[in-house]
Nanobody
Framework: QVQLVESGGGLVQAGGSLRLSCAAS????????????MGWFRQPPGKEREFVSA????????YYGSPAKGRFTISRDNAKNTVYLQMNSLKPEDTAVYYC????????????????WGQGTQVTVFS
């Protein structure tokens, strides 16, 4: 089993920045960089969950959904078993619950293909 705990959400003015963190734990997570793709999804109010960004299992490849390109950066700290999502130039349309996810398979934009999820952290951007 893999446990994921997000943090770092909050209220921010448009144009501001936030950094989300996802702390991963579990009996296999000492090798999470070898066995799991790590990703971020978000779910705006009244909408479906959408892909934001992900790291491949090896960590050598990064992926970004359209809303994130050029503004968000995904990274990880293996020593801390933590994945980060740096979000800059935030817009009101970025308002959503942001979820961290882990998958044993390859990176995919399909939320149903990710096996492990955190509880989510709320991000609210006001103008």
């Amino acid at each position: 089993q893999v446990q994921l705990v997000e943090s770092g959400g909050g209220l921010v003015q448009a144009g501001g920045s936030l950094r989300l963190s996802c702390a991963a734990s579990g009996r296999t997570l000492s090798r999470y960089d070898m066995g799991y793709a790590m990703g971020w999804f978000r779910q705006p109010p009244g909408k479906e969950r959408e892909f934001v960004s992900a790291l491949s299992r090896s960590g050598g490849n990064t992926y970004y959904g359209s809303p994130a390109k050029g503004r968000f950066t995904i990274s990880r700290d293996n020593a801390k078993n933590t994945v980060y999502l740096q979000m800059n130039s935030l817009k009101p349309e970025d308002t959503a619950v942001y979820y961290c996810a882990a998958a044993q398979g390859p990176v995919t934009t399909r939320a149903d293909m990710w096996g492990y999820w955190g509880q989510g952290t709320q991000v609210t951007v006001f103008s």
